[in-house]
């Protein structure tokens, strides 16, 4: 794996040299006595001139659309609601995998989370290494109220505890281990009392196992 991940990593520096021709293994030693504000903004003055952009770029950029730091606080720009007006609901899918940036920008680019609807499950957080941040969701699932309790100014939550897709012996085994794995010490959600899965559908008998654990 990490043999792979070496390689995406060399075809990406060579892809950015090869489109942008800064190298900084060979640069100048000015270049190299910069700091990292000034390589930084030499490299974006680069990008600029060849029109080629990083994702993170991409999300700076419609971050910056809507909102602003003043004075290390974030306000929305004065012009934020002509983009706000134009949607009338915003639905993110996977919601445990966003970082801080889109968390914030999917908040206000919802009036605040007035129009903000997301589906995500934290068991299948796995993009921790490129930034992501469960505990935006985590915060979005404390925050809101059971949508058979709430009122009408809450928000709302519906768990999605019913499966039927998977076996009752399958759901046991996802239910047994992470009931011992997610507690509100180790990841903030108390799986036993909020994140469990029912087995709804019928499936044909078998004589083996629906499960098996293999420990490494």
């Known amino acids: ?19 942008t021709g800064y190298d900084r293994r060979t640069a100048t030693r000015s270049t190299r006595n910069k700091s990292p504000a000034e390589i930084q903004k030499e490299i974006d003055k680069i990008k600029k001139e060849k029109n080629i952009y990083t994702f993170s770029d991409i999300e700076h950029f419609a971050f910056s659309l809507i909102c602003h730091d003043k004075d290390g606080e974030i306000v929305l720009n004065d012009d934020a609601n002509e983009y706000i007006s134009q949607y009338d609901e915003i639905l993110v899918d996977e919601y445990q995998d966003v970082n801080n940036l889109q968390d914030r920008f999917f908040y206000f680019l919802s009036d605040c989370g007035a129009h ?7 068991k299948q957080s796995i993009y921790g290494f490129r930034g ?19 009122t009408e100014n809450d928000r709302k939550s519906i768990t999605l505890d019913a499966n ?24 903030g959600i108390d799986y036993a009392k909020t994140e469990r899965l029912y087995p709804k559908a019928e499936f044909p008998e078998l004589n083996i196992p629906s499960s098996e654990f293999h420990i490494v």
């Open 1 to 19: 794996i990490e043999a792979a991940a070496q390689i995406e990593r060399d075809r990406a520096i060579k892809y950015f040299i090869d489109q």
């Open 116 to 122: 903000l609807f997301v589906v995500g499950d934290v």
């Open 132 to 150: 992501a941040n469960p505990e935006n969701f985590i915060s979005a699932i404390k925050e809101s109220v059971d949508y058979k309790e709430a």
């Open 164 to 187: 039927f897709r998977s076996r009752d012996g399958v759901c046991k085994a996802v239910n047994f281990l992470f009931d011992q794995l997610m507690t509100e010490e180790n990841c």
